[in-house]
């Protein structure tokens, strides 16, 4: 490439670097306001050369930085955050936003960007679906924890665990609500159920959306029909983070990238050792520790290595360990699979 450049993302602006390796000559600046529309006009330079590429780290706003980059005929490189920041070593000056863009340049320049891997546009909008579902599950559950927490603040009665998944257990939670709770929890609790009412009305319509999506993904079927405990939302979150061509070299690093692997001792200090590291996609580790649920079941193929797990430790340490199996078993179906888990069924 004859010119080379790094783009470092923000909200309020694009921050960029780039060298005419013919020339010499090296040009920086900021694009702003950071929006498609100002990015298109400024690419307008490079118009008619089909020599120049740039690097951008896989943080938010890469996708449309991508997508106008190649519509101009630019090659984008997306580089892994973390290994980025560890190719630039021990900081010795302050990082700012020309330092950035002028690292991933050099990176780039001298062929050793860390680039992570660019799934389909059908698979970046499963991710953004399944992103929105598992929110949505998580305000869920967090409006059903405040209705019992009020009733426990004020002394109401137990709300038994299935009380807010019927009509008639909705009901009786009005009723225990006008008869022992104060004016201010009566309005707490009614605000909850409309907004539990109003998220299951979201979640109903997101599931059929991905459920719809996972019987047209070739991994997601195949995983479905071979995990135990795999659903066909699992099986999408599953395949549109671990698929693809040479996606990870070996099981280990895929159970690394959903965080479910055991840290040890952090440099800072500030970090016991033994903890579940938590890196990595937030659904792809809810999906697989919600499968890893379902190996509790005596019908279930590894029910005897869950229970003598459940037995020494306990049941959510037994979860745990079915589910970094079902990664690891995952990465090696998708691995069969190849590219062809990203297509169409």
Not at 134 to 163: K, S, Y
Not at 177 to 205: K, N
């Amino acid at each position: 490439m004859s010119m080379v450049g790094g783009l470092d993302i923000h909200r309020r602006q694009l921050t960029f670097d780039y060298l005419d390796t013919a020339s010499g000559q090296v040009a920086r600046g900021q694009v702003a306001p950071a929006d498609r529309e100002h990015l298109r006009g400024w690419l307008a330079r490079f118009a008619g050369r089909g020599d120049v590429a740039f690097a951008m780290e896989g943080c938010t706003g890469w996708r449309y930085v991508a997508g106008e980059l190649a519509a101009a005929g630019i090659a984008a490189h997306v580089a892994e955050p973390a290994d980025t920041a560890f190719a630039r070593g021990r900081k010795r000056h302050a990082k700012t936003d020309r330092t950035d863009a002028r690292h991933l340049r050099q990176l780039l320049a001298g062929g050793r960007l860390p680039e992570c891997q660019l799934p389909p546009a059908r698979i970046l909008e499963c991710r953004a679906l399944l992103e929105t579902y598992h929110d949505l599950r998580r305000e869920h559950t967090a409006w059903v924890q405040r209705i019992h927490a009020v009733f426990f603040h004020q002394g109401g009665p137990h709300l038994a665990e299935g009380a807010l998944r019927t009509g008639e257990g909705l009901a009786a939670v009005r009723a225990a609500a006008a008869a022992h709770l104060s004016p201010a929890g009566q309005v707490q609790v009614a605000t909850a159920l409309e907004m539990t009412a109003v998220l299951e009305d979201r979640l109903h319509m997101l599931r059929h959306r991905l459920l719809d999506a996972a019987r047209h993904l070739t991994g997601a079927k195949v995983l479905a029909a071979r995990l135990y405990g795999a659903g066909p939302v699992t099986a999408l979150a599953l395949t549109c983070w671990l698929g693809g061509k040479d996606r990870f070299s070996s099981s280990r690093k895929a159970v690394r990238f959903a965080g479910l692997d055991i840290t040890g001792c952090s440099s800072d200090g500030k970090r016991s050792p033994g903890r579940l590291s938590r890196q990595g996609p937030p659904v792809l580790r809810w999906a697989a520790c919600e499968a890893g649920k379902a190996r509790a079941r005596s019908s279930a193929p590894d029910h005897a290595c869950y229970a003598a797990v459940k037995d020494r430790k306990n049941s959510k340490r037994a979860a745990l360990s079915e589910a970094r199996k079902i990664i690891r078993q995952a990465c090696h179906i998708l691995a069969e699979l190849g590219d062809d888990a990203l297509t169409a069924a």
